[in-house]
């Protein structure tokens, strides 16, 4: 394998004085390349540096020399993040038979020059949608009128959730049931059920005869004590009929649901953290989120 080093200069300031200059450091990478930000995190992780301002990198170069040193960048930040959420875009539908979100300009940057001093331009976006859209989370009021609606859930139940992965391949069955949930730590956790049915997302083949839970893995799930449980598939519920049972047994017991989840490839059985983050919105029980993994590297 092609061994890539990048070497640069740098220049920190300090925001209670005085800076730091260092030439020709030398870092090995496991890429192409590496940006100026993700050099600078790792400078001031490595040398422990507190209280940086400014900071500049100068004279980047990659170039091809033996690895000296085996740790990555990434792997002496402590941790990294995974994105988990498709992304949101006009005319995407995510689920048939609800509407696309239109996303436009309310205030376009050719309009917005008529309102502004010369040079000075925004943008002011405009989106039409359900909450049911993309990568989103289900909370109770979205099935029990007396449940909590996102307004009323704490962060505590999204955010930094000790999570596991369950790897329950669609081609090994579309039915998960409790038998493919024993034999794990569960209880205040976060489940997520990895069934590889997202790299069907935004084709015909996304909606049909998809990977779901049966009504005894939910009660399995409810009875072990899980926090949330996600999956990467077009709902969590058989939707061949009309019941739902998995979403009435989960958020009846206030256990989220995050469906439409991906990249659950990525993410390692365990060690990472799983956030799925709504706004909080009085009188709703659906959104879309930023759904992440923080997966701790040591």
């Not at 390349?33 to 507190?50: C, E, H, K, N």
Request: aromatic share 10%; net charge negative.
């Amino acid at each position: 394998m092609t061994q890539k080093r990048v070497k640069f200069d740098f220049v920190f300031e300090f925001t209670n004085g005085g800076s730091l200059k260092g030439e020709d450091f030398r870092l090995d990478i496991d890429g192409e390349t590496l940006s100026d930000q993700a050099l600078i995190d790792y400078v001031i992780a490595d040398l422990r540096l507190l209280m940086v301002g400014k900071a500049q990198i100068i004279n980047k170069e990659i170039i091809i020399e033996p690895h000296k040193r085996n740790p990555s960048p990434k792997s002496h930040s402590g941790s990294y993040l995974i994105d988990l959420s498709h992304t949101i875009e006009n005319g995407l539908v995510t689920y048939k038979g609800l509407p696309a979100p239109i996303i436009c300009d309310y205030l376009s940057r050719e309009r917005s020059r008529q309102l502004y001093a010369p040079g000075t331009e925004f943008q002011i976006g405009k989106i039409e949608m359900v909450t049911n859209t993309g990568t989103y989370l289900d909370c109770p009021f979205h099935r029990f009128e007396d449940g909590d609606d996102l307004s009323q859930v704490g962060l505590e139940a999204f955010t930094d959730l000790e999570g596991i992965v369950i790897r329950i391949p669609h081609t090994d069955t579309l039915a998960i049931t409790d038998a493919h949930l024993r034999n794990y730590e569960l209880r205040n956790r976060a489940v997520l059920i990895h069934t590889g049915w997202d790299a069907f997302w935004n084709t015909e083949t996304y909606y049909e005869n998809h990977p779901f839970l049966t009504a005894d893995a939910a009660d399995y799930l409810r009875d072990c004590g899980v926090k949330l449980v996600g999956i990467d598939s077009h709902n969590i519920d058989d939707t061949r009929g009309n019941s739902r049972p998995v979403h009435t047994t989960l958020l009846g017991a206030n256990i989220l649901i995050v469906e439409h989840l991906c990249n659950l490839s990525s993410v390692p059985t365990e060690g990472f953290t799983f956030t799925a983050a709504p706004p909080k919105l009085k009188g709703a029980g659906t959104f879309p989120v930023r759904a992440m993994a923080k997966i701790n590297s040591f």
